[in-house]
């Protein structure tokens, strides 16, 4: 709708493998879904998915606006290092380690990362960004930039206050507080303006590439979903 009739016709996956049930790898991850060759995307779990159920919808429509942007990218390039060099270290191919996702996710978002999948390399990175923005409103989306860094704030406090002793006064405590808060907040602060670099690039991409507003087209994406699911 918004990159015109001939986008799709020009950019499309040529074949979609439907596949049932669910594919686990050696590591214990799952694979939900992949692209390859510009062309063809294949999608698991499909016979999984309550189309009355919102969650697992959006988590579906994440998978395929996730695979079908590497369509994309395998057809027209980002630029690939500058996106890469905002967060260069924090690429692992372990990026499934520690097991507890929470603690994952935790970890990911403080290096800059939108998703713990998102460290795996800067084509993973460049897709979770795109999925996670058009799959969340506005509102929902600068809710989970918010929540990342009130977590990476909150998580300091935490391990601050578990290293006072067990008899700590309410002065030490309120110290402790205060000042895991001061220590914290560059840092969240830093996160957050990593992810929201990445954001930019992703951006630019949509309308340089494709002359779409990402912004418009989060939109008309969260809005199918809401009809989706009606």
């Known amino acids: 709708e918004l990159g015109g009739e001939d986008f799709v016709k020009i950019i499309a996956p040529r074949e979609m493998v439907l596949v049932g049930g669910t594919n686990l790898n050696p590591s214990g991850t799952r694979t939900l879904g992949f692209a390859e060759g510009g062309k063809n995307i294949v999608l698991f779990e499909t016979d999984l998915v309550d189309v009355k159920n919102k969650s697992q919808v959006t988590r579906f429509i994440q998978t395929i606006q996730h695979e079908y942007t590497h369509i994309l990218n395998q057809q027209v390039r980002y630029d690939e290092e500058a996106f890469k ?12 380690n520690p ?10 978002n403080s290096l800059g990362f939108i998703t713990d999948y998102a460290r795996l390399n800067e084509g993973e990175d460049f897709a979770e960004m795109v999925e996670t923005i058009l799959t969340n409103n506005a509102e929902d989306y600068q809710e989970i930039i918010d929540n990342i860094k009130a977590k990476i704030i909150s ?7 578990s290293n006072l002793d067990s008899d700590a006064t309410q002065a030490e405590i309120d110290a402790a507080t205060q000042g895991a808060t001061i220590t914290a ?13 990445k954001e930019a690039i992703v951006a630019e991409y949509f309308k340089k590439s494709f002359n779409i507003d990402l912004y418009e087209l989060q939109k008309l994406a969260t809005d199918n979903i809401l009809e989706a699911i009606k």
Do not use: C, H, M
Not at 155 to 161: D, F, H, M, P, Q
């Open 85 to 96: 060099q905002i967060t260069p270290s924090g690429y692992t191919a372990q990026w499934f």
């Open 185 to 197: 907040t560059p840092e969240a602060d830093n996160a957050v303006a990593l992810i929201k670099a």
């Open 155 to 161: 998580n300091a406090v935490s391990t601050a206050l």
């Open 99 to 108: 097991a507890n996702e929470e603690e994952r996710f935790d970890i990911a």
